[in-house]
């Protein structure tokens, strides 16, 4: 059977490429997608903790889908942002939104 | 069931590598449909059949499909200009490959590394000990509440933002 540490690694590695992402892409809406990899790869980890522990402990389960929720109110209120910025600056290029750059 | 674990993870992680490499906005998006495609089927192969159910539900049909929506209604003649990765990218691989060294270091460290998994208890009910505890007042009913507000929060954060000032 499949032991824990491959969905540890698995989590890790989709983890470090959704980090890789977040810090590397220039566009606004890809830096969001990077978070969504990183998000993913932690509730990897909280099932399979939940799998692999006590299973009738149901707090892994439970903690991941308020990782959900989070997950879809960081979305929406993301992206409603980067359209309003979008309106105003015509542009959703990290480096160009330097209005509160010193 | 070894099978198929190494299939999804290489799903995973080549669709994961497409997303933060695409040139391509909705390219990169339907890339993450993959990625959280094969996240629900590890989900089920964890025999946690609610949450692959929600992470289809909430992920593929909420969440990519928002991305999509934001990526067209952020778009013009000059799209897709100029490179997709930032001048210091080569230092945020660096940090990637970092951090994926540290993470494998600690956790090899750790005893219950290569935990084997152990049989669900017979007559076990996931989905239905899921559902008591998130509304069973011992268990979790605060923090299920305390999601609901955040989400009303968040609509109405995202509709006064994104509204078009007049």
Known sequence: ?102 | MTILFFLFAAIILASAVMVVSARNLIHAALWLVSTLFGVAALYALLDAGFMAVVQVVIYIGAIAILFIFAVMLTRRELRDKGPALNANWWLSALISVLVFGGLLFLLSAWSGFSKASAGLPSGFDAVGALGEALVSPQAFVLPFEVASVLLVAAMIGAVYVALKQK
């Open chain 1, 1 to 102: 059977m499949i032991p824990l540490s491959w969905y540890l690694i698995l989590s890790a590695a989709l983890f470090s490429i959704g980090l890789f992402g977040v810090l590397a892409r220039r566009n606004a809406i890809a830096i969001l997608l990077g978070v969504e990899l990183m998000l993913n790869a932690v509730n990897i980890n909280l099932v399979s903790f939940w799998r692999y522990g006590d299973v009738t402990q149901m707090a892994g389960q439970v903690f991941a889908i308020i990782v959900f929720a989070v997950a879809a109110a960081e979305v929406a209120v993301g992206l409603a942002l980067i359209i309003s910025v979008y309106r105003t600056r015509k542009t959703v290029v990290a480096d160009e939104l330097d209005l509160m750059k010193w």
